[in-house]
């Protein structure tokens, strides 16, 4: 059975650097890209960045380069979502999902919930 | 990169049925036979309902279809049930970018 299991919520204060993971588990991790997707609070869904764990290959959304770094582990079957320097505006949950060739996503992960405050 | 057009809300009684538009360009949505379909709970992530414009991925129900003209994208749930009241999402490829295409969303209610 095909699964995303991500890490669990986080509190942060402004500032602070955070790193959450999605690991994969059930098929072949390396040759499936994996997408991370924004969902601000009572907002619709917003595509961040995808990185092929094949070779690391990321490519991000012009809103999100800079902001943020995704990278995976190869050997534990895990991509991760990173950033350096956490805002207020970064509250938000963060989905991982799998993507079944070259369009759409099959696979979620259950959501990380990111709050940030002071 | 823009995103697809869906109605913000859709309502209809218990047994009735209802159908979701997506609306892309001709570049997208009515080039490609690429379009799925989330359903997302409250408080729940995202699941795929239909996939290549039209199939259902095993354990759907078939309450659930998708079709497809031009560039309007629909989803169609049949027989509704308080249980499909849930938020929902379209999704398609575009070749113009690495991102497909999401949707705005549609909330639907059942009364």
């Known amino acids: 059975e095909v699964q995303l299991v991500q890490s669990g919520a986080e509190v942060k204060k402004p500032g602070e650097s955070l790193k959450i993971s999605c690991k994969g588990s059930g098929y072949e991790f390396i040759y499936y890209w994996i997408g991370w997707l924004r969902q601000m609070p009572g907002k619709g869904l917003e595509w961040m960045g995808v990185i092929y764990p094949g070779d690391s290959q990321a490519t991000y959304m012009p809103s999100f380069e800079g902001q943020v770094t995704i990278s995976v582990d190869r050997s534990t079957g895990t991509a991760y979502l990173q950033w350096r320097s956490l805002k207020a505006s970064d509250t938000a949950i963060y989905y991982c999902?799998?993507?079944?060739?070259?369009?759409?996503?099959?696979?979620w992960g259950q959501g990380t919930l990111v709050t940030v405050s002071s | 990169q823009s995103a697809l057009t869906q109605p913000a809300s859709v309502s209809g009684s218990l047994g009735q049925s209802i159908t979701i538009s997506c609306t892309g360009t001709s570049s997208d949505v009515g080039f490609y036979d690429y379009v799925s379909w989330f359903q997302q709970h409250p408080g729940e992530a995202p699941r795929l309902i239909i996939y290549d414009v039209n199939k259902r991925p095993s354990g759907v129900s078939s309450r659930f279809s998708g079709s497809k003209s031009g560039i309007t994208a629909s989803l169609t749930i049949s027989g509704l049930q308080a249980e499909d009241e849930a938020d929902y999402y379209c999704i398609s490829y575009t070749r113009s970018s690495p991102f497909d295409l999401l949707g705005t969303g549609t909330k639907v209610s059942v009364l």
């Open positions: 999902a799998r993507r079944p060739g070259s369009f759409g996503l099959d696979y």
